[in-house]
């Protein structure tokens, strides 16, 4: 018998967070004045900071350009969501 296990399944790279949680990010991303795009194009969420962001806005943004996310950036944010639906298309 082969056993393929744990070794060959995803890992949740995430955490569970209790309903609350919601509502402790808003005044936290409040705090330091992100803005959270949504991009359901993308499957993701920017949290946008201009100097992080790949998809080049310019020198004066205060969102990003929504339409040219990339892989690898930092300000992207996938919900299990996100992430199934990315996985299923």
Sequence with gaps: MTVIGAAHTPRFAG???PRTFAKKATAFLA????VLYDNPDAFLI???KRDNALCEPEPDATAP???DCRPGC???VRTD???RQAGAG
């Design 81 to 83: 969501t996100h992430a």
């Design 46 to 48: 920017c949290a946008f």
């Design 65 to 67: 350009r929504q339409h």
């Design 74 to 76: 930092g300000n992207a």
């Design 31 to 34: 705090r330091d004045g992100i």
């Design 15 to 17: 955490r569970i967070v």
